[in-house]
Every structure is written in C-alpha cells, then in structure tokens.
C-alpha cells in the first residue's frame, strides 16, 4: 500500500534557524507530493507540492524537491519565524478511478519556533 | 476568494445518537473528500464522491454514510455515535482530474 513516513517531533527551534523536516513515502505508482500546515486549531492549508521527479514547490520561504531515487521530499526553510509554528503534513495522491486523488498523510511534525 | 464551508464548525452529541455533518464545495469544485482527524492524529480518509457518485472508499465504519448533491455539496451522516468517534471532520474539494484538494475549516465532533 501507499505510505508517508515523516520525522517525528516535536521540532524546536529558535528565530531565524534552518529547518529541515523529513518525508519519505511508498507508493504503488507515480504519486504527487504536498505539504500541508495546520496552525493551532484551523483546518489544512496546502503549503506546496510537486507532481513529477525533480520538481521544487515552493511558497511563503519553504521549499521540497521531488527525489524519486530516494523517494523523498523534505520540507526546509532557511530561516524561521516565530509565525511558522504549526503542524506540517507531507501527504501524497495518486491518480485512481476516475476523480479519486485520496491523500494519504503522515504523522505530523509539531514545529515550534521560540522569538 | 470563496473556500470549503463545513457546518456545523462544533458539535456535541451523546453516545448513540445521530449527526450529520456538512460540507459546501468551493464554487464550481465537483469532487469532494471526507477525512477524519483523531486527536493528535494524521488525518484518514473516510470517502469521496464525484458528481453524486461515490469515487472511492476508505476507512468508513458501516455506521456513517454519505452522499453528494446535484449543488455538489456533501453530508456525512453518522449514527450510533461511539466516544471513538470525537475527531475533526475534514471535508475538501477539487475539480475532477486535479489532485489538489482544498479543505475547510473542519467540524469538531464531541461524544459525551
């Protein structure tokens, strides 16, 4: 079956460090890739994605690539604000039947940043 | 730029009893997914419909089921409610063929 495996947190960091949050996944076919944030009790909000080998999503500073040799597709950011505290989703979406583009998610990463 | 409405936002029920959950899709967004979110979990996917049909099935219990309307619009309807079953309740949309989905605020199921 299809997986999302992410490092597990809590991440605590200060003001303006580098984050790296790690996402691998399995999958039986060729799957997009997203990250999704959820700040303190809201809903998710799509951050990024990437849909083929290679591709970089990107938005608000955060930044992952598409790596189908290791199956990756870590989060990063170069330098963190307190306002980015939240919990982050790797999730991917395979094409099945017809519309079906379920998500299969990870865990979640609880990312604290400290002013 | 209009986004997932999901209502009620909070919900309180006693064990046993019914609810139904509901989900408006963003403008002209024909395909809708359920999820469900237990307390410091990842969320599951529950179902999906596209154009009234369901598309796909997941983690459902034989308790909940659902349908899609000809507005596009979407109810969860759960019965016998369990404690198990106090989670948030995603809903999202997206338009057929696209894998970006869009999700709403979520309604937050308590049974007492």
């Known amino acids: 079956g299809n997986s999302v495996t992410q490092m597990e947190g809590p991440v605590t960091l200060s003001e303006e460090a580098f984050l790296t949050i790690n996402c691998t996944y399995t999958?039986?076919?060729?799957?997009?890739l997203f990250w999704y944030v959820q700040y303190p009790g809201e809903g998710l909000q799509l951050l990024l994605k990437a849909t083929k080998a290679d591709d970089k999503g990107s938005n608000k500073g955060f930044e992952a690539t598409y790596r189908k040799e290791t199956t990756s597709f870590h989060l990063e950011k170069g330098s963190v604000q307190v306002s980015d505290s939240a919990v982050y989703f790797c999730a991917l979406s395979l094409a099945g039947g017809g519309s079906n583009y379920k998500l299969t998610f990870g865990k979640g990463t609880l990312l604290t940043v400290n002013p | 730029a209009a986004g997932v409405i999901q209502s009620p936002r909070h919900l309180i029920k006693e064990k046993r009893e019914t609810a139904t959950l509901k989900c408006y899709p963003i403008p002209r967004h024909d395909t809708v997914y359920w999820y469900q979110q237990g307390p410091g979990q990842d969320p599951q996917f529950l179902i999906s419909?596209?154009?009234?049909?369901?598309?796909d099935k997941g983690s459902i219990p034989d308790r909940f089921s659902a349908q899609q309307f000809s507005d596009y619009h979407s109810e969860l309807n759960m019965s016998s409610l369990e404690l198990g079953d106090s989670a948030l309740y995603f809903c999202?949309?997206?338009?057929?063929?696209?894998?970006?989905?869009?999700f709403g605020p979520g309604t937050r199921l308590l049974v007492l």
């Open positions: 419909f596209y154009e009234k049909m369901q598309s």
């Open positions: 999958a039986t076919g060729y799957p997009s």
């Open positions: 999202a949309s997206s338009l057929v063929g696209l894998e970006t989905q869009y």
